[in-house]
């Protein structure tokens, strides 16, 4: 007897490796999973603008990254005694404006350095609904509680994405042929447009990426995260308290199915061997002092030097200089 619905996953999904470098950007499902592949030991730039939701902010900001874009005072906008970017999460808010744009400035170098030689380009789709500055008529990525009637609210059409998309991937795939680029559609509802809303706005994002699909059959390939979550686990065990974001338990299962379809038996091998290193320095000794726990230090330095010696790209410095100061060295 079956008790759920199996999601297949496309036979055709690029295999990652730990050599490879991630660039991930989207909504907080992106994040969820960019931490997980930075725990894993892969080479990753995670959100360099923070949590963005609607694909235009998000290929606005791939846009600014390959153009290195600096930002400037008249970027800003001051509310509720912070500096602000229209264009950026709030984390990136400050009290002063230099620091804001010290912030923001430090991240799209580091965003632009990593784009050209990134291998994998993992974009998360959160909604098509987007709101639209009346003054300029410009997307914003983050309103920042500015009052409502300074936008429009409007959903994205299909045409709009596919169009926009086709021009940004053109751009990028000429300069970089080999690249990767995985989309997914998070399976956070975004409850508060009505459920009717969102999806109407997922099943744009799921059709825009059909299109893309078609169109760049050799480079774009979809993660049906989204499927997973809503027709494969479909229970409210598998959501927080919210009822609208997966539970860790649900994430850490879209985390295992992509595992399994995109990673070879060799990188399962490190991600194992990996994880094992990190709860070895999580276990808390009963005698830190002993001679038995720094020979258990010891041991994990060595298996630290030998994948480091059969896989030179993967950084353990985290992890070895605890060892030293645990080991007073």
Not at 132 to 140: F, L, M, P, S
Request: proline share 4%.
């Amino acid at each position: 007897m079956n008790f759920t619905t199996p999601v297949e996953l496309p036979a055709n999904l690029p295999r990652l490796r730990h050599a490879d470098r991630l660039l991930l950007l989207g909504s907080c499902f992106a994040t969820n999973m960019g931490t997980r592949l930075a725990d894993a030991k892969f080479s990753c730039d995670i959100n360099p603008y923070g949590v963005l939701y609607n694909p235009l902010s998000i290929s606005a900001a791939l846009r600014e990254i390959i153009l290195g874009k600096v930002y400037g005072k008249e970027d800003l906008f001051f509310f509720r005694d912070c500096w602000h970017s229209p264009m950026h999460h709030g984390d990136f808010s400050s009290l002063s404006a230099d620091e804001t744009l010290k912030k923001i400035n430090e991240r799209i170098a580091r965003a632009h350095e990593w784009i050209f030689r990134s291998d994998c380009l993992l974009l998360t789709f959160g909604t098509s609904w987007v709101y639209e500055q009346k003054n300029t008529g410009r997307i914003v990525g983050n309103c920042h509680k500015l009052p409502g009637k300074e936008f429009i609210l409007r959903r994205l059409t299909v045409d709009e994405i596919v169009s926009d998309y086709t021009s940004l991937l053109s751009g990028l795939l000429a300069r970089n042929s080999g690249l990767k680029v995985i989309l997914t559609v998070s399976p956070i509802r975004h409850a508060r447009d009505g459920m009717h809303a969102n999806q109407l706005s997922k099943a744009t994002l799921l059709l825009a990426i059909d299109r893309l699909q078609a169109a760049f059959q050799e480079s774009v390939f979809y993660f049906p995260a989204y499927e997973l979550i809503l027709d494969e686990l479909r229970d409210y065990r598998f959501y927080a308290e919210d009822m609208v974001h997966p539970s860790d338990m649900a994430v850490q299962y879209v985390w295992e199915r992509f595992s399994s379809a995109c990673f070879s038996e060799e990188t399962l091998q490190i991600i194992e061997e990996s994880e094992n290193i990190r709860r070895g320095l999580a276990h808390k000794p009963f005698h830190p002092d002993s001679e038995e726990y720094k020979r258990f230090l010891g041991q994990i330095v060595l298996k630290i030097d030998r994948l480091n010696g059969k896989y030179p790209y993967l950084d353990f410095q985290k992890e070895r200089e605890l060892c030293h100061i645990r080991l007073k060295i």
